[in-house]
């Protein structure tokens, strides 16, 4: 895949790197004349100086051969023009913005006639805070938020002393709004369970909850035997 990202601040440059090292394609454009020389150094792709909201800079960068573009930089207003202008320029492009402003975000998702230019709309500054404050509430999770529908991923972690070691899943009577979506075994060979499935002696166990309840999934998932109790 080929990327076109504005914008190469912490979240831009994490970005690019992850996508570089997943095997795509990947070309910056970045304002900052120091910066973009920098980057330059840091990426195997193109770096642009430039503005992204200039549909020239845009053009530069091959965005009519791009398969996405990702409006990164934070300023709202900016990202919410160069999508506009990227798929402007290829209809096709998929597009994906960055909005820091949660009101923005609200009034964005109230005017139906812009969802059209973006397919994929993030607030890494909204995630951020949920991440936190539902770790603050209910702490000790490795987690993957779905704020929207109230539910999680979470990862737990079997060993020998863990009390559901060797049990069955449907032994274990996991809660109604609870499901567990895959099972890895010590070597990290991924399992979809069923009811018949045996849970590794060490492993990990990956379940698809609702927030109302997780504590009783881990209650249930990080029971130890009786002897090795604390």
Do not use: W
């Not at 990947?26 to 642009?48: P, Q």
């Not at 139906?112 to 994929?120: E, H, S």
């Not at 990956?206 to 999934?217: G, T």
């Amino acid at each position: 895949m080929f990327v076109v990202i504005m914008g190469a601040g912490r979240v831009g440059f994490l970005v690019a790197k992850m996508l570089e090292e997943d095997g795509h394609d990947v070309t910056i454009i970045e304002m900052d004349k120091a910066r973009a020389k920098e980057l330059s150094l840091l990426i195997n792709g193109l770096v642009i100086e430039g503005d992204a909201t200039d549909p020239k800079t845009l053009e530069e960068a091959n965005i009519k051969q791009a398969d996405a573009f990702a409006a990164l930089t934070g300023k709202d207003d900016a990202n919410l023009l160069a999508c506009i202008l990227a798929k402007h320029l290829n209809p096709k492009v998929k597009t994906s913005l960055r909005l820091g402003n949660p009101k923005n975000r609200r009034i964005f998702e109230e005017v139906t006639d812009l969802k059209r230019y973006f397919d994929f709309v993030i607030s890494p500054e909204e995630i951020a805070a949920e991440y936190i404050s539902r770790n603050i509430v209910t702490p000790g999770f490795d987690r993957v938020l779905f704020p929207k529908e109230g539910a999680e991923i979470v990862r737990f972690t079997i060993d020998e002393n863990s009390e559901i070691a060797g049990k069955y899943v449907r032994d274990l009577k996991l809660p109604r709004d609870a499901l567990m979506i895959a099972v890895y075994d010590e070597k990290g060979n991924l399992i979809i369970p069923s009811g018949d499935t045996k849970l590794p002696e060490r492993g990990q166990v990956i379940v698809f909850a609702k927030n109302s309840i997780l504590d009783s999934v881990k209650g249930l998932l990080e029971r130890r035997k009786p002897n090795n109790e604390s």
